[in-house]
């Protein structure tokens, strides 16, 4: 399985605004629709406030609790590891993506990408994808998008192309991608928040060749100037050994 580690957007600025619980609040007013705030609000609350004192700590639990079940929403690969171990932010993530698939195995309920702002979007561009990297780079912009694919897209694309899943884009080369594209207005996002926006990857329309090779120019010089002039190996001196019987 091809692991993507997923960072939560602003993660940098999260940890710079540790203690401000007003930061956070207009975080979650801001990003999040009504109809989103009244059915998670209650829930993210009321888990805040059993281990957190402290307005501060409960609102971090409540921006990470909307990110967990965000991430749960969009179906792909990865984790996140903000703060510190049982810290609010960590736990309001892990506490999102749990209440998500409650209310998927007991309400069905009915929530979609659309309903936090994503659009439905065809791209096409060039991608590349390693350690810490997701990088899909569209044409005609100069933004840089970072690309999650949901569960099942590259291998199922890897399949039908019978290549390596983790060769896929282990070099940048063109692509076309469908999927569900972040609002404009969220801020940066990605590893290290260095992405403008997130691109939920749900069907790999096609990708294309891989640039080809640079030519190893040393050799082709050799190869146009002829054969080399064969190296003489010099005759062992006579000595002593010569004498021996």
């Known amino acids: 399985m091809w692991t993507m580690w997923v960072l939560a957007s602003l993660v940098a600025s999260a940890t710079l605004a540790?203690?401000?619980k007003d930061w956070f609040q207009k975080l979650v007013t801001e990003r999040y629709t009504p109809a989103v705030r009244a059915a998670l609000l209650p829930e993210a609350k009321a888990g805040s406030e059993r281990p957190f004192k402290t307005e501060d700590a409960q609102w971090q639990y409540i921006y990470?609790?909307?990110?967990?079940?965000?991430h749960a929403l969009e179906d792909t690969h990865g984790t996140m590891t903000v703060g510190e171990h049982g810290g609010p932010l960590?736990?309001?993530?892990?506490?999102?993506?749990?209440?998500?698939?409650?209310?998927?195995?007991s309400t069905n309920q009915s929530f979609?990408?659309?309903d936090f702002g994503y659009v439905p979007t065809t791209a096409h561009g060039t991608y590349h994808w390693a350690r810490e990297e997701s990088d899909f780079q569209p044409d005609g912009t100069n933004e840089n998008w970072w690309v999650s694919f949901q569960v099942g897209v590259t291998d199922r694309f890897a399949a039908k192309r019978s290549e390596k899943e983790g060769r896929l884009f282990n070099i940048r080369r063109p692509c076309t991608f469908k999927g569900f594209l972040s609002p404009d207005n969220v801020g940066f996002t990605g590893h290290m928040n260095q992405y403008d926006r997130d691109f939920i990857v749900t069907e790999i329309g096609d990708i294309g060749s891989p640039p080809a090779e640079p030519v190893n120019q040393e050799i082709e010089v050799k190869i146009e100037e002829g054969p080399t002039?064969?190296?003489t190996v010099p005759e062992p001196a006579r000595g002593r050994a010569d004498s021996v019987r």
């Open 112 to 114: 979609r990408l659309t």
């Open 229 to 231: 002039t064969p190296r």
């Open 64 to 70: 990470s609790f909307f990110r967990g079940y965000l």
């Open 18 to 20: 540790a203690g401000d």
């Open 90 to 105: 960590q736990t309001g993530y892990d506490a999102g993506i749990l209440y998500f698939h409650h209310l998927q195995s």
